[in-house]
């Protein structure tokens, strides 16, 4: 673990690493208009994002809305003086499982929003079906609750648990039901209509339209169900890499931890999973250093960095220890010089682990994770903005720290900025990749 002393002597360099630009700056709210210099002169808006394709980057008036609500300061005038300016593709901006705020995620049709929203780097969360083909899907057992599986009789009979309607009489009451990629062959899998996320299991019956579209669920209110009439299109994972290569961007793949007994049907093993994703990506010809692999699971960052060195240069530790017990902030915090001599080179926690705040000032900062991440060489990503809702109540789980300095939807632009200027992240994920599209082309960030 490293010193305490060690630490403050990081975090003083850093401090003068980044603030130097702009002068000295506390963090949220106050901050100075840029990263130093003019923005970055106007460009057509037709982007080439690559060699296949050039795409019109589109990022609708969500980013404005933020901008407008935000507290005064020189951070929004900084953002304000951006809006004329054309947009175009960053990869700064990663795309959350396509675009889940308005389309059903890991779709094609929200792959396609994010691609006309700018994101960089789009992100395929992988699972496997039971004939051991890859899809995306962002768990191994979200069927019931994200497609249209249960309205499908011969499909439903597969899921690993059936459904069992909610109690009206019981408010406690919950909707349930296990249906797993693993279940369905992809044949099957592809027969499903992707749907929007449910998050209030309150389902009574299966009702193939509104409100429920297949799911035990329905839809939180800050979302939209407007896309969920038409049937939105689940992609394989050799699906999601031909579109994205069509488009000429990057990307993210996780292997996606599974809810089943490993070795699944009793000799497809972790590693085997962790080994068909790169191969996937080989077989397409996609080089590794387009590909961002991800996982929860430290032994698969391991393996890649061992078996397939290309890919494991880039893989990206998700790290959700400090969710899991009461110590595993202290303990992951300590444990970054040892990833990094392990040959971790990117650690990605979520949001709120990388900040925290300075009552005394009022301002964001850096979290000693940030700090401690920076001291032992790692590069940083997070997870996930434009995934937590209306933020006038403190924002939720992804603000946890801060959320008493929380209190508009503006204040999203001020975390973006602290993550991005002090904690030094070099990529953000999002559920709408404009708002971090709109920051990074307002900074210069390609």
């Known amino acids: 673990m490293p010193s305490f002393a060690s ?80 947009k175009s593709t960053s990869s700064f901006s990663i795309s959350h499982r396509g675009a889940p705020l308005e389309f059903p995620e890991h779709s094609k049709q929200g792959y396609n929003a994010a691609a006309r929203m700018g994101a960089g780097i789009i992100e395929c969360d992988v699972s496997f079906t039971s004939d051991r083909e890859l899809v995306c899907r962002h768990s191994n057992c979200d069927l019931h ?26 408010s406690s009451s919950m909707a349930t039901a296990k249906c797993c990629t693993s279940d369905i062959t992809l044949a099957e899998f592809k027969s499903l209509c992707a749907e929007m996320e449910a998050t209030s299991l309150t389902a009574t019956s299966i009702v193939p339209g509104t409100p429920y579209f297949g799911r035990i669920g329905t839809t939180p209110d800050y979302r939209t169900n407007m896309f969920s009439y038409s049937c939105a299109e689940t992609m394989s994972l050799k699906d999601q890499i031909a579109l994205v290569d069509s488009y000429g ?36 010809g996609i080089p590794a250093e387009r590909v961002w692999l991800q996982s929860f699971l430290p032994d698969d960052i391991f393996y890649w960095l061992k078996t397939s060195p290309a890919f494991g240069a880039q893989a990206v530790y998700l790290d959700e220890r400090a969710d899991l017990t009461a ?10 010089p040892g990833l990094a001599a392990k040959g971790v080179k990117i650690i990605a926690p979520s949001i709120w682990q990388l900040v925290a705040p300075d009552n005394a000032t009022g301002t964001i900062v850096a979290s000693s994770y940030a700090i401690a991440a920076k001291a032992a060489g790692l590069e940083i990503i997070t997870w996930s903005f434009e995934r937590s809702g209306p933020l006038e109540n403190g924002g939720g789980y992804y603000y946890t720290g801060v959320n008493n300095l929380i209190n508009n939807d503006g204040d999203e632009f001020y975390v973006i900025d602290v993550i991005s200027r002090v904690v030094g992240a070099t990529k953000i994920f999002a559920d709408w990749a404009a708002t971090v599209t709109y920051y990074a082309n307002c900074f210069g960030l390609a």
């Open 7 to 86: 630490i403050l002597a990081a975090a003083a360099a850093f401090e003068l690493a980044t603030a130097a630009p702009w002068g000295p700056w506390g963090g949220h709210k106050g901050g100075p208009p840029g990263h130093g210099g003019p923005p970055p002169p106007p460009q057509s808006p037709y982007h080439e994002i690559g060699s296949n394709s050039s795409l019109l980057v589109e990022l609708g008036p969500r980013p404005y809305y933020l901008v407008d609500n935000m507290d005064a300061g020189p951070l929004k005038d900084k953002l304000n003086s951006c809006k004329p300016q054309p």
């Open 145 to 170: 609750y994200t497609t249209n599986i249960l309205s499908k009789p011969e499909l439903a009979a597969k899921c690993s648990s059936p459904f069992v309607p909610a109690d009206p009489k019981n």
């Open 249 to 284: 961007l990057n990307f993210t793949a996780e292997a996606k931890t599974p809810q089943v007994a490993m070795p699944f049907q009793g000799d497809y093993t972790q590693e085997d999973f962790a080994q068909q994703i790169v191969d996937t990506f080989n077989e397409a």
């Open 327 to 336: 110590t595993g902030y202290d303990e992951a915090v300590a444990s970054l």
